[in-house]
T-cell receptor
Framework: EDQVTQSPEALRLQEGESSSLNCSYT??????LFWYRQDPGKGPEFLFTLYSAGEEKEKERLKATLTKKESFLHITAPKPEDSATYLCAFTGTASKLTFGTGTRLQVTL | DSGVTQTPKHLITATGQRVTLRCSPR?????VYWYQQSLDQGLQFLIQYYNGEERAKGNILERFSAQQFPDLHSELNLSSLELGDSALYFC??????????FGPGTRLLVL
């Protein structure tokens, strides 16, 4: 069965303390692996799409990487404004997104 | 701002009632998706339309239905509402069946 698991469920970092979020997936025929950021009560905001193992994408303090079984979202020197829930999702044979339950990130001063 | 608009932002109604949620996709996007987000279930895919035609169905209840109109806006109809239908409902759109951009959502509260 296609599924995605994110860890940790919650993460608390101090400003400047780098870390990584994990997304493990099982899908027959991965088309795309997506990362979104969601603030409370808001719609998911698109961050990255990754298509093949070895691919990496960067945006400001965020870098997403992909292997055949996992994706990582690396956060370098985070700031309080990076606090949000980060969602991982994939598309397989269907174009619907299958989401993980997310990692709630809190960055404190 | 993703360019996807949803109305209304909030909706409070009673059990047994019927409501309609509206979504306007980004300019040029032919595909519209509906998702439900509740506290215990996370984001769940409901249904997809592509250029007016139903393309895929997820865990959508029979009490729920959707359509996409010629101007590409979409409506999600929820009927015989139950307390458990209270959730955030998101619409997303895409141009190429790949990256989906989400709207701000409609928060539905069924009392």
């Amino acid at each position: 069965e296609d599924q995605v698991t994110q860890s940790p469920e919650a993460l608390r970092l101090q400003e400047g303390e780098s870390s990584s979020l994990n997304c493990s997936y099982t899908v027959s025929g991965l088309r795309g692996l997506f990362w979104y950021r969601q603030d409370p009560g808001k719609g998911p905001e698109f961050l990255f799409t990754l298509y093949s193992a070895g691919e990496e994408k960067e945006k400001e303090r965020l870098k997403a990487t992909l292997t055949k079984k996992e994706s990582f979202l690396h956060i370098t020197a985070p700031k309080p404004e990076d606090s949000a829930t980060y969602l991982c999702a994939f598309t397989g044979t269907a174009s619907k997104l299958t989401f993980g339950t997310g990692t709630r990130l809190q960055v404190t001063l | 701002d993703s360019g996807v608009t949803q109305t209304p932002k909030h909706l409070i109604t009673a059990t047994g009632q019927r409501v309609t949620l509206r979504c306007s996709p980004r300019s040029g996007d032919l595909s519209v998706y509906w998702y439900q987000q509740s506290l215990d279930q996370g984001l769940q895919f409901l249904i997809q339309y592509y250029n007016g035609e139903e393309r895929a169905k997820g865990n959508i209840l029979e009490r729920f239905s959707a359509q996409q109109f010629p101007d590409l806006h979409s409506e999600l109809n929820l009927s015989s509402l139950e307390l458990g239908d209270s959730a955030l409902y998101f619409c997303a759109s895409s141009v190429d069946l790949e990256t989906q951009y989400f709207g701000p959502g409609t928060r539905l509260l069924v009392l």
